[in-house]
Nanobody, 125 residues
């Protein structure tokens, strides 16, 4: 079993930055592909970024590409999402998710096996 706990959300002005953290427990995060998702009020949950167990070839959704960076520290069993140049449309609850390893070039699309409770990110105009 894997348990995921997000932290680092908060209120920030447009153009500002936040770094989200996702701490994993129960097993080594190094064996799990990780993703960040978000859900805005009245919207469906969408994938934001994903990173493989090795940390290579990260995926970013088009709307955040160039502004967000996903990374991982397997020694600390933690995955990060550095969010720069934040926009009001980035406002959402951000979720950390994990998927057990699978050989697939599109593994990041899911399905994911483990989910955190979410952390609120609010970007003011």
């Amino acid at each position: 079993q894997v348990q995921l706990v997000e932290s680092g959300g908060g209120l920030v002005q447009a153009g500002g930055s936040l770094r989200l953290s996702c701490a994993a427990s129960g097993r080594s995060v190094s064996s799990v592909g990780m993703g960040w998702f978000r859900q805005a009020p009245g919207k469906e949950r969408e994938i934001v970024a994903a990173i493989s167990r090795s940390g290579g070839n990260p995926y970013y959704t088009e709307s955040v590409n160039g502004r967000f960076t996903i990374s991982r520290d397997n020694g600390k069993n933690t995955v990060y999402l550095q969010m720069n140049s934040l926009k009001p449309e980035d406002t959402a609850v951000y979720f950390c998710a994990g998927r057990t390893f699978t050989f697939s070039s599109t593994w990041f699309k899911g399905p994911y096996d483990y989910w955190g409770q979410g952390t609120q990110v609010t970007v003011s105009s």
